[in-house]
């Protein structure tokens, strides 16, 4: 008898610790409203802390253009305590067997002047710009000794914020290497006469083709003149036809060849990205690259306009034209100033300061950036 007891006992005991491990492992767990509510809070603190992140990634690449644009400022400055003189924004001027090119065939940029002052020295042994950039005898081709040096990717010239990467294919060069950075020319007014518009040709900024520029020109001050900023890499077809379907952080507009910018004409441009895309190689002077102007404002929402010269003179084929500094920062703009030190100008600024920063010896007085 006691022992039937002791085995029903033994039952009930058994009974009530199932129950409790089962109320147990109920409670161990979450009901669904309660991982929902987790799942919203986590949702919620990382919708805050994103763009908190995404701000800091931004103000490191910002850092590090800003540095990469510093580097410039320093390289200018010791071409300068070298060479007595800035360098041009394109040589321009070929000798021997090459003086029957055009002028403009000799084009390379202030950057490829810059690189033994870059500390780009096997970039520089590999360069002979004593040749023309191309050669109208094999199609345009850049001369083979300086294609390795043209397809060279060199972090120095690219803003982080930007995409980084080889964006045309030409001139015998598969993937050619890219720039953000620009020398500036001036105001693109070069005096109001329409031929000059955009001109690289007596232009009245630091750097104009052939023509090195002593700091004694730069009358306006060295502290109050632009000498470099930056562009955005292009996107899009390349020879497109009709209106952008992209915006002007994308693409250009190009009049026809030998058609004056203006702003009537850029306005009614119907072709885009004319054999290249912007910025496409570092080593070209030409305004689609290493040169550019203040003729707009920083961003601006008008599209940049090119065309080529088609005039008699040292300037024939040169291209010309209506660039914008241009960056994927937040609201403005990298400038390295002449005298070596950089600023960052926002893109509300006023447009006749932002002329002024642009001429060496234009006798405005500079608004606040």
């Not at 995409?163 to 953000?180: C, D, E, F, Q, W």
């Not at 020109?217 to 890499?233: H, N, R, V």
């Not at 009049?255 to 009537?264: C, L, Q």
């Not at 100033?337 to 001429?359: E, F, Q």
Request: proline residues 6%; aromatic residues 10%.
């Amino acid at each position: 008898m006691f022992g039937e007891e002791r085995r029903k006992l033994r039952l009930v005991t058994l009974g009530l610790r199932e129950r409790m491990r089962a109320i147990v492992r109920k409670r161990s767990g979450f009901t669904l409203v309660e991982l929902l509510v987790v799942i919203a809070i986590i949702g919620t603190l990382v919708g805050l802390l994103l763009p908190a992140v995404q701000a800091a990634r931004e103000a490191a690449r910002r850092s590090q253009c800003q540095n990469n644009m510093r580097q410039l400022g320093i390289s200018l400055l010791n071409y300068e305590s070298s060479r007595k003189a800035f360098p041009p924004a394109f040589p321009g001027n070929l000798k021997g067997a090459y003086a029957v090119y055009p002028a403009y065939f000799h084009s390379w940029s202030v950057l490829a002047q810059l690189n033994a002052f870059l500390e780009n020295t096997a970039i520089q042994n590999s360069m002979d710009v004593s040749l023309p950039m191309y050669d109208p005898a094999n199609n345009y081709a850049i001369f083979p000794q300086n294609r390795t040096a043209c397809a060279t990717l060199v972090p120095t010239f690219l803003c982080p914020s930007d995409k980084g990467r080889p964006v045309s294919s030409a001139y015998g060069i598969t993937n050619m290497g890219p720039t953000n950075y620009a020398a500036c020319i001036g105001s693109g007014i070069n005096g109001g006469v329409v031929s000059a518009l955009g001109s690289p040709w007596d232009a009245d900024g630091a750097f104009q083709a052939r023509t090195p520029m002593k700091m004694s020109g730069i009358t306006d001050g060295t502290s109050k003149t632009a000498a470099f900023s930056e562009s955005i890499l292009g996107e899009g077809e390349e020879s497109g036809s009709g209106q952008p379907t992209l915006g002007p952080d994308r693409v250009y507009k190009y009049t026809g060849f030998g058609t004056p910018v203006s702003d009537s004409a850029c306005a009614a441009a119907s072709q885009w990205n004319y054999t290249n895309r912007r910025g496409f190689m570092w080593a070209s002077g030409e305004i689609r690259c290493g040169t550019y102007n203040h003729y707009y404002a920083p961003n601006s929402p008008n599209y940049d306009c090119i065309t080529n010269d088609t005039n008699n003179g040292p300037g024939k084929y040169t291209a010309v034209g209506f660039r914008a500094a241009r960056s994927r920062h937040n609201g403005g703009v990298n400038v390295v100033m002449c005298d070596g030190s950089t600023r960052y100008v926002s893109d509300s600024v006023d447009p006749m300061t932002w002329r002024a920063l642009s001429t060496r010896a234009g006798g405005e007085v500079a608004g606040d950036l």
